[in-house]
Structure formats: C-alpha cells, structure tokens
C-alpha cells in the first residue's frame, strides 16, 4: 500500500515538490555558509518524494543550542512560510475522503520543515 501510494503522490505534484527542495538545496550548498540549510533541504526533498513508510523523529544526536539556534533561523528565514504552506496543502487534500492519506504526509513534512535541525527520517 505504501508503494501505490507513493506513485500516486510522485504523480500527483511529489516530484515537483521534491525538485524543487533538491535544487533549492543544491543552491544553498554553493555557498559555505549556506550549506547547513541546504542540508536540511535535501532532506526535505527526499521525504517530498517518497513520504509513505517514513516518519520525522527527533535525533539522538541533535546538535543542543546549535540546533537550537539554527532552526530559529530557518524560521525567520522562509521555514515559517514552507510550514503554512504544507499545512494548507493538507488541509485541502483532507478535505476529501481520498486526500486524506496525501494530507496526513503534508502535515508531517509541515513538522519538518518548521524545525528541520534535530530530526531525522527514518
């Protein structure tokens, strides 16, 4: 079950929202001071892609203050902005019976792009 529903949300606009978290991500990469963000982008951008069987779950060795400090400037920096964006895609695809799986993966990437530093995908 989880592999269809996989497929049906790469074709659905998962490949496009993975896309564009991986060039994003490479983007950020270019950059030394850029490349903790892009980082967490490419991993956004993997669970964009085949979000069915994984879940966002806090890291045993999250990084403490650094952490901290990192996901405060993801959120003043667009991860406030990615988050409400992700929550309204879920709140629309649960507004059907059949969009209801599409909405509970959009909430959970909705965690992890609030607070990417200190969780992993497993």
Do not use: R
């Not at 069915?52 to 650094?66: A, S, Y």
């Amino acid at each position: 079950m989880k592999f269809i529903g996989n497929i049906l949300w790469i074709i659905l606009g998962g490949i496009i929202i993975s896309l564009y978290y991986a060039i994003v991500g490479i983007l950020f990469c270019l950059t030394i001071i850029g490349i903790p963000f892009g980082v967490q982008l490419l991993k956004i951008a993997g669970l964009a892609l085949w979000p069915f069987g994984h879940e966002v779950l806090p890291d045993t060795n999250d990084g403490g203050c650094l952490s901290v400090l990192m996901n405060i400037i993801w959120i003043v920096f667009g991860g406030i902005e990615i988050a409400l964006l992700h929550l309204g895609f879920g709140v629309i695809c649960c507004l059907t019976i059949i969009g209801i799986p599409f909405g509970m993966q959009h909430f959970k990437m909705t965690l992890l792009a609030l607070v990417p530093f200190g969780k992993k995908i497993s």
